[in-house]
């Protein structure tokens, strides 16, 4: 009932114009991009041109958002999420809204882009999002509720990008926001404290569904199964070392995750731990030329995988 009550009242036609009260800001509705559990979110015209405008009646909501996306942009490099531009109210027909804007993220989600593009793609935005979340990670975050829905992939070149940072969480705390088949809580294999290790089992998760898209539920002792689920799958199965440690809870860190996985991708496929022990003696005698090469090895992957996508669109 209170959902659609504010529902109503954050509802509005395109052509409306938004003016903000304290900043005097001004955005005319485009389309709606959406609604979650406590706002909606409108494609508006800006100064700034094309702007994602988040409306809401619950201002604690709006700020708490607001703040994730302040510390977002204090992650080093280009910023995770979108980029905030400003908050305000708005004092409408219907009484007083809150919004926020921010950078609109133009692309499919995740999953979209993979069906399009084809599963080759997997692994090199697994590496990216892996990329992202170290960093966040290290300024004290987990991202909670990570999902194909909330990755966008935009580009070109394809970069993945979060979406509503709502389940964004504070590192020791309780995760705000999940998703049942992301969640290690729902398969029995771990707790719901913010801490990486959430945010790893997640990205094994996304992993998976991607070579499942049909999600499945939890049927019994949910460790035997999702294994299973891993190991009958042909092309899967060969990231099932790395899924397995993300899935249990054996990763410190989305680095040493991302290592692994980059292992896998150069095609050493055929003994993963062995190649994984060789790899940390190298990262430890050598840390500057390890990262050196991890870094040539994503670029040099996303070359050879941009290449293929541009030929797939001449043909
Ligand atoms: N910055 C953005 N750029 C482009 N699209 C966006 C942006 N932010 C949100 N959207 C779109 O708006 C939709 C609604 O976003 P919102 O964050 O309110 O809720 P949600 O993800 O659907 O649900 P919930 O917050 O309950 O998990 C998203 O699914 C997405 O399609």
């Given at each position: 009932m209170m959902m659609n009550t504010w529902k109503t009242q954050c509802k509005f036609l395109p052509g409306t114009v938004i003016i903000g009260k304290w900043h005097g800001g001004n955005y005319q509705i485009i389309r709606e991009l959406g609604s979650g559990a406590n706002g909606i979110v409108y494609l508006a015209k800006g100064v700034r041109g094309h702007t994602a405008l988040k409306m809401s009646m619950d201002s604690l909501s709006i700020t708490s958002e607001v703040n994730v996306l302040k510390a977002f942009s204090k992650v080093p490099g280009d910023s995770p999420g979108p980029s905030l531009y400003e908050m305000d109210d708005w004092e409408s027909p219907r009484g007083r809204i809150h919004f926020y804007t921010m950078e609109y993220i133009q692309g499919p989600d995740m999953l979209t882009f993979i069906k399009k593009n084809?599963?080759?793609w997997v692994g090199i935005l697994i590496v990216q999002l892996l990329d992202t979340l170290e960093k966040l990670h290290q300024e004290g975050w987990t991202f909670g509720d990570l999902k194909p829905e909330n990755l966008i992939v935009s580009g070109p070149p394809p970069r993945i990008r979060f979406i509503?940072?709502?389940?964004?969480t504070i590192k020791g705390r309780a995760i705000k926001e999940f998703t049942e088949f992301f969640d290690r809580g729902y398969w029995g294999l771990g707790s719901r404290k913010s801490e990486p290790t959430y945010d790893l089992f997640s990205t094994s998760m996304l992993f998976i569904h991607m070579y499942y898209p049909k999600k499945f539920s939890r049927v019994g002792d949910g460790k035997k199964q999702l294994i299973q689920q891993i190991d009958s799958h042909s092309e899967l199965s060969r990231f099932s070392p790395v899924l397995r440690k993300a899935l249990f809870g054996e990763y410190g860190s989305a680095k040493k995750m991302k290592g692994d996985l980059l292992i896998l991708l150069s095609d050493k496929g055929d003994k993963p731990v062995t190649y994984a022990r060789r790899s940390a003696t190298r990262q430890r005698k050598n840390k500057k030329s390890g990262s050196m090469k991890e870094t040539v090895m994503v670029l040099l992957l996303t070359i050879v995988l941009y290449a293929l996508y541009i030929y797939s669109y001449l043909l």
């Open positions: 084809g599963q080759t509503d940072v709502g389940g964004t």
